[in-house]
């Protein structure tokens, strides 16, 4: 809670986590405005706010952006230093819409479509509640009473599961469940990582933004399930609804600790808590918990439900003492905790009918039927399991023995199809509730094995077309790894690795995949696919898609998934695509959505996107409010004229913009193209072609105009290829109202290519100077798409050009454009043309673009695999480097392209530390510039001192100026000491005036103290040099080099020359560094320079340099500066960096700020950072005192670090990818990187193994991996 101080004495409390609403944050505004006592024409006349704009912004009847908001508030005198505390509350209050308030019929859709929610539907709940309309009375009035916790107690089979399914499946308006139901009947669902498991899952569908949250958090699940149970209780009392907890079975609990410690203590008013146990068992609660005082219900029994009790007792006695075969069944069943008719054939033997007649006939009752799911290898053939945990337990006791034998039949069997392989024979028991039996009984080691083993994912992805299960099966043993005191890190690293290749193997799918699966008809197929994309953002785009492509057959679906994305920028791009596809046929719901992409238009940080959602939501309200679109559609007119202009071409950022402006009003659309890109002919016919196609429907008139224009831009266009894409662009565009002129544009645009094409001789095409002369195999896919060094600059331009026309033409002749997709030799590419191309015959020829979908998947999986193992041994090149040079040389020569490139400037840059000889003999051999640059310039570095006219020369030798400059500079300065005339030299040759004042300065700062006459010379000459150059940019970067210097030695002049800066980006750069430089020795003004700068980034960067620099000297302000970024990703960064600067002197501190970070790779970065600092200082301790054999206490803390190193490498392998901790590994543990090394360069499959043992600590034993 933050406290702002006022004028006149005033005081405003803000507190971000209250103001949640736009009511709320006006009631702030009107306090705050009623405390200043002054009009509104008073404080709007110094603002660029108008007072209108003031007044509708404190009485709640407008919502303005930020910046607006921000002005108001300073016109208020709110201090720099506050305005964070209040861009969040704004940030809560954007997401307040009238919409979210009366939470729409699809808000909760996510919520109801989860996995655990469908478990309950499927498993637990009954066909019918019979009877019990009091009772249900009873909990709607508990939901809106005053009480916070009501306990069910009832008898076995009371109906308690029954009442309580119902209810979570089917509750009142204005109350949302989260429910868990623990449960003996399925396997490992009666715990508290299960429950924890089942309560996160519902919170992800009901808080999207914290999705990426639960999915990376490896330890303190249960305290974060408390946590987000808090949030989401909050989002509903905003949305004027209940959230309601319902755990049912708290007395069936075999875990520790156990689910009712874990229960909430209920902080939140808007959460209510409903338990259910049977009488009798004493739960264990702890002292002072709120459910030891709560209302106890007692549930009588039904009727109904007894009499199914007695009847299925006594079926299951007449099986107990039937035949030997009967309880063969039966103990099976128990042990499996459900199996199928075809698996119980196979274990038994006995003939189907046999099996049917006991199961739903003589003891029907006792069994109950449950579907397998869609996808399952039987997903006719439903799994039985016993009806109730009253009868598995009474089974378990009264079978005794023969539930173990039963047991070690399901182990051989498993084993036995593993030594197969995991044929697609397969029974799914053994793909889909084996491992959960394994947890179940605690195998732990067999549930590693499980886990790791790539043959039964592969099946199990084939049978499914997904991996949530694989990888679900692969976080549950790095859970229980990261609870190990002494984790097995060779598991840790090995899980790691599989769950990376998991994930990688949807890297390059493209993203038009899920929207081709759908026009199938392949819509679950489709939401899997899209969710499998391993990078948020692809993720979200890909589901931003895809419910474009069902909104019209299925829109609450597509609503649903557009409001579980993550990232609100795209969120908003989703609703306002949505909304736009809804026109007309919904548009009530239209204008909803539209008004929700609008709200979150703030939250966009690009600009050109910014402008486009605004013209979608200017269309669809355009009907309802006229004035009101056009009051929008100005806004976006005014982003896109101030979008900065690419220097690789102007139209990058406007083209969509400009297209959706077509939507709205093609006249402005057409009048921005002629005022932004009259310039460029090629984005400008593209441009056109486009809004020929969004306005051909509405008024071919003006869409034949466009047209015009657009060939007329395509006859500017020297390139061929270029020409091409514009007129197979526009052929698409009218093929619907002009298929003469389309087919005409077909055939030109393909006369065009073919120029292109066959114009290149076919050895220029395969091999660029300077590169591998590889010949463009089609089927070869060692190469990562886009790999230069793999065939050529130009044959990728001939690839992109087919591309590009099979692209446009596939509208209007989609056998040619099939043809040329074929042509496409990159692989990168060519899954993308095939998937384009069969979406464009999903509807005239399904079968023959369900083929061309396959065939695009297994191209890009193939090349996922390949492009996997060149990126492991890169990366182990690197990490071995220093403790192995031949063998890091060694596995980077056995790669190639620019990966082998990469991977040499990796180990020479090590190497050059103590042998610069081997590093330049080494950057001989890469071919590209950049590695080969940074391989020398680290040369210099290591030369400079000894040998500097070695080092000039190679500093000559660097390819990129920039570099060059930078790597003389700090030649000139190792030297000055020695030899300042020489120093003095390079300065005067070098032919960038910014080199030469970047060498100046640091002559400057070197003299500074020795002669400070000689560097004030030298200073005013670099000033002078500076001040020579005409392009305000670069004269801005030149003086950066100086400023850095003069922040040393005479701050006062650093600042005025930071303020001089005419480019506000310069500035704000300049300001940062100024306060970057003086942080240690005078941090306080150097938190009030960084709080000036205007640039968010700049500003969040000075200030995360700051709490880096005064971490050691007042830890509590490094934190409070850390925690105060409003950018997550700063403030990730920000935490991470002072964890590692306190990690020596406080490393338990630092590890609680370590787990404080959201984003999963940073975490993961800085607990692999801590491990290798507290590594280190184990192993210092026991090298200082192992001449000393008294030091019992030194050796006890060097074992205690080294332990501690581990479980942090561990949790950080759980975290993020599997390379981020092999850098620790050298200090912490050296023998698990040589074993590591050896796995992944030999890469041989070795045997499976189901083993016996249940240890999870460190075990000896191989593991089956695919190789990669």
Request: charged residues 25%; contains cysteine.
């Amino acid at each position: 809670m933050t406290r702002l101080p006022r004028n006149m004495g005033a005081q405003i409390i803000v507190d971000p986590d209250a103001v949640t609403t736009r009511a709320e944050l006006s009631a702030a505004l009107q306090h705050l405005h009623q405390q200043t006592g002054l009009s509104y024409e008073k404080i709007a006349a110094p603002l660029l706010a108008s007072t209108s704009t003031l007044y509708g912004t404190v009485k709640g009847t407008s919502f303005p952006a930020w910046m607006t908001l921000r002005e108001i508030l300073l016109g208020y005198q709110v201090p720099e230093t506050a305005l964070p505390t209040w861009e969040l509350a704004h940030t809560r209050a954007a997401a307040d819409t009238p919409s979210r308030r009366s939470r729409s019929r699809t808000d909760l859709a996510g919520l109801r479509s989860s996995l655990y929610v469908r478990l309950v539907r499927e498993s637990i709940a009954p066909p019918e509640l019979l009877d019990r309309g009091a009772e249900r009375a009873m909990l709607e009035q508990f939901c809106r009473g005053d009480e916070r916790y009501l306990w069910v107690q009832g008898e076995p089979w009371a109906g308690k599961s029954a009442l309580l399914s119902t209810f979570a499946l089917t509750p009142p308006s204005d109350v949302t469940v989260v429910c868990f139901f623990v449960t003996d009947r399925r396997a490992a669902q009666n715990n508290h990582t299960a429950y924890t498991a089942g309560l996160l899952d519902q919170l992800s569908a009901l808080l999207p933004d914290q999705k990426s949250r639960i999915d990376t958090t490896p330890l303190y699940r249960d305290v974060l399930c408390n946590e987000l149970l808090a949030t989401a209780a909050r989002q509903e009392a905003a949305n004027r609804r209940r959230l309601v907890l319902v755990v049912d079975g708290l007395d069936e609990d075999t875990g520790a600790p156990p689910i009712v410690e874990l229960l909430p203590t209920l902080a939140e008013e808007g959460l209510r808590v409903v338990v259910a146990s049977r009488y009798g068992p004493r739960l264990p609660i702890p002292h002072g918990h709120p459910l030891a005082s709560a209302r106890r219900y007692r549930l009588a029994p039904s009727e109904y439900a007894a009499g199914l009790r007695d009847r299925a007792v006594a079926e299951l006695d007449a099986v107990l003492d039937g035949p030997e075969r009967n309880r063969e069944l039966l103990a099976l069943i128990t042990a499996a905790q459900g199996l199928s008719i075809s698996e119980l054939e196979m274990l038994t033997d006995m003939p189907p009918f046999e099996i049917d007649r006991l199961l739903r006939g003589t003891a029907g009752r006792s069994f109950r039927a449950v579907a397998e799911p869609v996808g399952s290898h039987h997903e006719h053939d439903p799994v039985y399991a016993l009806a109730h945990e009253t009868l598995q337990r009474i089974a378990e006791t009264r079978l005794g023995a023969l539930v173990a034998v039963s047991l070690d039949r399901l182990h051989a069997w498993a084993e036995r199809y593993c030594d197969l392989g995991w044929p697609n024979s397969t029974p799914d028991f053994l793909l889909s509730r084996y491992f959960a039996v394994a947890q179940q009984h605690g195998a732990s080691a067999r549930m590693a094995t499980l886990a790791l083993d790539a043959a039964r994912h592969d099946v199990m992805y084939t049978r499914t077309r997904a991996d949530w299960a694989a990888l679900t099966e692969i976080g549950v043993v790095q859970r229980m790894l990261c609870e190990h005191h002494a984790p097995d890190l060779l598991t840790a690293a090995q899980l790691a690795r599989h769950r990376d290749d998991i994930d990688s193997r949807n890297e390059y799918l493209d993203e038009s995949l899920p929207v081709l699966r759908a026009r199938l008809g392949q819509v679950d197929r489709a939401e899997a696919l899209a969710r499998s994309f391993p990078q948020p953002v692809r993720q979200s785009r890909a589901l931003v898609s895809l419910s474009e492509e069902i909104a019209g057959d299925d829109p609450d679906r597509a609503e649903r998934i557009v409001g579980e994305i993550e990232h609100l920028h795209i969120r908003a791009d989703g609703y306002a695509r949505l909304a736009k596809v809804l026109e007309g046929a919904d548009q009530a719901r239209a204008v909803e959505l539209a008004e929700r992409a609008e709200v979150l238009v703030d939250a966009i940080t690009d600009p050109g996107a910014q402008a486009t959602v605004l013209f979608y939501v200017a269309r669809v309200v355009a009907d309802s409010d006229n004035l009101r679109a056009e009051r929008i559609a100005d806004r976006a007119d005014a982003i896109a004229r101030s979008l900065p202009r690419s220097p690789y071409g102007e139209g990058v950022s406007l083209q969509p913009v400009l297209v959706a402006c077509a939507g709205f009003d093609p006249g402005r659309a057409e009048a921005l193209v002629r005022e932004l890109l009259e310039s460029d002919s090629w984005f400008r016919g593209m441009t056109l072609a486009h809004m020929t196609a969004v306005v051909s429907d509405t008024d071919p008139v003006q869409a034949f105009g466009l047209a015009d224009r657009a060939e007329a831009a395509a006859r500017e266009v020297s390139a061929t290829w270029l020409q091409a894409q514009i007129l197979g662009t526009l052929a698409d565009a009218i093929a619907g109202i002009d298929q003469l002129r389309a087919n005409d544009l077909v055939k030109r645009a393909e006369l065009a290519t073919r120029k292109f094409t066959d114009h290149i001789p076919q050895d220029s095409a395969q091999t660029q100077p300077g590169s591998a002369s590889v010949n463009a195999d089609p089927g070869r896919t060692d190469a990562a798409p886009g790999d230069v060094t793999s065939y050529g600059l130009t044959a990728i331009m001939q690839d992109q050009a087919r591309m590009r026309l099979a692209y446009a033409i596939l509208g209007v002749d989609p056998d040619r454009a099939e043809t040329i997709a074929n042509e496409v030799v990159d692989h990168g590419l060519r899954p993308m043309v095939l998937a384009a191309v069969a979406k464009g015959m999903a509807i005239t020829d399904p079968s023959r673009a369900a083929r061309l979908a396959d065939q695009a998947e297994a191209i890009t999986r193939k090349i996922a695999s390949s492009s996997r193992r060149a990126s492991v041994l890169a990366q182990f090149a690197s990490a071995i480097a220093r403790m192995d040079p031949d063998g890091a040389e060694s596995i980077a020569r056995g790669l190639s392209g620019v990966r082998r490139d990469d991977a040499l400037a990796e180990v020479a840059i090590v190497i050059a530390e103590t042998d610069p000889d081997r590093a330049e003999t080494i950057c001989a051999e890469i071919r590209t510039v950049w590695p080969s640059d940074r391989v020398l310039a680290r040369v210099v570095k290591s030369v400079a001192a000894t040998d500097p006219d070695r080092a000039e020369t190679l500093a000559h030798r660097i390819s990129i100026p920039r570099t060059r400059d930078r790597v003389l500079a700090h030649l000139a300065g190792v030297i000055a000491e020695s030899d300042p005339d020489r120093a003095e030299t390079i300065a005067h040759n070098a032919t960038d005036p910014a080199t030469q004042v970047a060498v100046l300065s640091r002559l400057a700062k070197i003299d500074g103290i020795a002669d400070p006459e000689r560097a004030a010379q030298l200073t005013n000459r670099a000033e002078t040099i500076a001040h020579r150059i005409t392009e305000a940019y670069r004269r801005d970067d030149a003086l950066t080099h100086l400023f850095a210097v003069l922040a040393k030695t005479d701050p006062d002049r650093a600042e005025t020359i930071a303020r001089t800066f005419t480019d506000p980006e310069q500035r704000d750069r300049a300001l940062a560094d100024f306060a970057e430089a003086i942080a240690e020795s005078d941090p306080d003004r150097a938190e009030t320079i960084a709080r000036t700068v205007t640039s968010r980034s700049w500003r969040d960067r000075a200030l995360a340099h700051l709490a880096k620099s005064v971490a050691q000297s007042d830890p509590d302000r490094a934190e409070t500066i850390a925690r105060t970024f409003t950018d997550p990703e700063q403030r990730d960064h920000a935490l991470a960096d002072f964890a590692e600067a306190i990690a020596e002197s406080d490393p338990d501190r630092a590890e609680t700020i370590a787990d404080d970070v959201v984003d999963s790779k940073t975490r993961a970065d800085a607990l692999s950072t801590l491990a290798k600092i507290i590594g280190r200082q184990g192993r210092d301790t026991a090298e200082t005192h192992s001449a000393d054999p008294g030091h019992h206490e030194s050796e006890t803390t060097t074992r205690t670090n080294h332990q501690r190193s581990k479980c942090l490498l561990a949790r950080a392998w759980a975290t993020a990818g599997w390379e981020i901790p092999i850098g620790a590994l050298p200090t912490v543990d050296p023998a698990l990187l040589q074993k590591l090394t050896h796995d992944v360069t030999s890469e041989q499959p070795a045997a499976a193994a189901l083993p016996t043992n249940t240890r999870i600590g460190n075990r000896d034993r191989n593991h089956r991996r695919r190789p990669a």
